[in-house]
């Protein structure tokens, strides 16, 4: 797998747009709780303590196979490869980044601002959470109240926040988010997200969309389209490990 893949596969876990950089991660290394939904959204988020989910990722004509681990407010860990081969792996916490290119014998490790620099996307880890696992995206400041609009069978979730305008798009049956889109004006860049496939998990009474469409639009430019289709998530089926390390003569990205 290309390291052009892996960083898009990053990508579509995150926010686009420029978010003042007070809004990053606060750096704390404690584990704390997703913020609480509102009782005017009827959305359900998928609870768990240890997720593991197997999959593809495609864009253009590339594609690979990724192996997704999340150890809830705590871990992701995302591996990704091609033909059986890995070629690239990511380790996130709540205050840093570290990703292994084998393709290229390269490394990062350091905090949010690496994602921000390589895909002009600032980020918290509570973002890339929700993005994976189809979640409600909460506002990052608590004082900030969302609109809620009730369409028939859907309801529309809207705020604005440092610059960005975040629209989600609750399929009220299900209770889950069907589409995510953040846009921020300044920039033109916008990001949507469209679940689907929807299935019940083992010890969770939350359906999970086992397939998402992700479309990245920065600027003028014509939009990358990702898509992640799973074939397996597990739930708490066992502790999961988070293995990362960097073998010895790969160089340190700065």
Not at 44 to 54: G, I, Q, S
């Amino acid at each position: 797998m290309s390291n052009r893949l892996l960083l898009v596969l990053l990508s579509a876990t995150l926010m686009l747009g420029s978010c003042s950089r007070n809004l990053l991660s606060s750096g704390s290394k404690t584990p704390k709780p997703t913020a609480a939904i509102p009782e005017s959204v009827k959305a359900a988020n998928v609870d768990f303590r240890f997720l593991a989910a197997k999959g593809k990722a495609q864009f253009d004509q590339q594609s690979g196979n990724i192996n997704v681990r999340i150890r809830k407010d705590s871990v992701i860990w995302i591996s990704a490869s091609l033909i059986g081969v890995e070629g690239g792996r990511i380790y996130i916490t709540r205050d840093s980044v570290q990703v292994l290119d084998k393709l290229h014998r390269e490394y990062y490790a350091g905090d949010f601002a690496y994602l921000s620099q390589r895909l002009n996307v600032p980020v918290t880890f509570d973002m890339v959470q929700a993005l994976l696992l189809g979640n409600y995206l909460a506002p990052l400041n608590a004082s900030t109240q969302p609109t809620v609009v009730t369409e028939g069978p859907m309801q529309r979730v809207n705020f604005e926040e440092a610059g960005l305008l975040v629209q989600q798009l609750i399929n009220l049956e299900r209770g889950r988010i069907q589409q995510l889109q953040v846009q921020a004006p300044a920039s033109q860049n916008k990001l949507t997200v469209d679940y689907a496939d929807f299935r019940a998990l083992e010890r969770t009474p939350q359906p999970f969309a086992y397939s998402s469409l992700v479309q990245i639009q920065q600027g003028q430019t014509p939009p990358t389209t990702l898509t992640i289709t799973y074939r397996s998530v597990d739930i708490d089926k066992e502790r999961l490990q988070f293995p990362f390390s960097v073998p010895k003569g790969y160089a340190r990205k700065k």
